[in-house]
């Protein structure tokens, strides 16, 4: 089955201790898309400035993402510039530009209306439930990405998405932080009593915790020697995970490990280079490979 996500296109500059690359391709709807893009078809809604390259636009469309909805208004692309930390764990971010993201009201084209699987990639609350209200059916499964800002400054905007949402992604202090809660455990049960049936906790290098209201579930990460760069390890994961879901058209127990599995082994190929670069250049075989490697790891 299709599906439908909405979310930024970026230029990053990035800084890590082994090197920095300026103005790559970047965004949490283009690392999604490309991820995605393994397991289904992606249909891309997302806006950019006058000075996106063509050679990126055909980066997107070659790999098989379908760009109606990307549109392209007067102006910059949004820009996003980050200096990693030596663990690479934590970032400073050095400077954030919007540019044509200000402000921007995504428009889901007429003919995507009926999308089935629906990712709100990280946006303010009020946008993204904008984005839902468009869909002329409710999708068969709606998942929202959130941060630390909009849990911040639009608490109540988030609270009440949440309640028409089928999933959040988040990753383990946006979870603490949205439920006053300490423990993992507790932040996970908690956020299923504000309304959506699943919750994915990310925790980087230290795997990922799946909660419903029927189990839990715990994946490690895949074990990757040489990172080069962390940026957009969450989206890719997250376009990993629903990616594979669509692509199956069904939502249950073993495809919702199954898809947090495709999910750690597509991220761990996006932090192999610098922006897109790995990812974009990657073939389905190498993610079937790391899939198969990464059951073996967690088997007993």
């Not at 050679?55 to 109606?68: C, H, N």
Request: hydrophobic share 40%.
């Amino acid at each position: 089955m299709s599906l439908l996500v909405v979310g930024s296109t970026a230029y990053d500059s990035i800084e890590t201790p082994d090197g920095s690359r300026e103005d790559c391709l970047g965004g949490s709807a283009t690392y999604f898309s490309l991820a995605a893009r393994f397991f289904t078809e992606v249909r891309l809604v997302s806006v950019v400035g006058t000075d996106f390259r063509d050679a990126d636009r055909k980066l997107l469309e070659s790999s098989g993402i379908q760009t109606l909805g990307l549109e392209t208004k007067d102006g910059e692309t949004f820009r996003w510039s980050g200096r990693y930390h030596a663990d690479m764990n934590h970032r400073d971010t050095v400077s954030v530009d919007l540019n044509v993201f200000e402000g921007y009201q995504p428009f889901v084209p007429t003919e995507w209306r009926k999308t089935p699987f629906l990712f709100l990639a990280n946006g303010h609350p009020e946008v993204q439930a904008s984005v839902l209200a468009q869909m002329e059916e409710r999708p068969h499964f709606v998942v929202v990405d959130t941060m630390d800002l909009w849990i911040d400054i639009a608490r109540d905007s988030l609270l009440s998405l949440l309640k028409k949402v089928d999933g959040i992604v988040l990753n383990d202090e946006e979870a603490r932080q949205i439920t006053y809660e300490s423990n993992l455990i507790k932040a996970g049960q908690a956020l299923l009593e504000l309304g959506p049936r699943i919750v994915l906790i990310k925790k980087g290098e230290h795997g990922s915790f799946l909660f419903s209201h029927f189990f839990q579930f715990a994946l490690p990460s895949y074990p990757t020697e040489d990172v080069a760069d962390p940026t957009g390890a969450g989206d890719s994961f997250a376009g990993g995970f629903m990616g594979f879901l669509a692509g199956r058209g069904r939502v249950h127990l073993g495809n919702l490990k199954r898809a947090m599995a495709f999910g750690t082994v597509t991220a761990s190929i996006n932090v192999e280079s610098f922006g897109v670069d790995r990812l974009a250049g990657t073939e389905k075989p190498e993610i079937d490979s790391r899939y198969q490697d990464l059951l073996q790891f967690i088997q007993i």
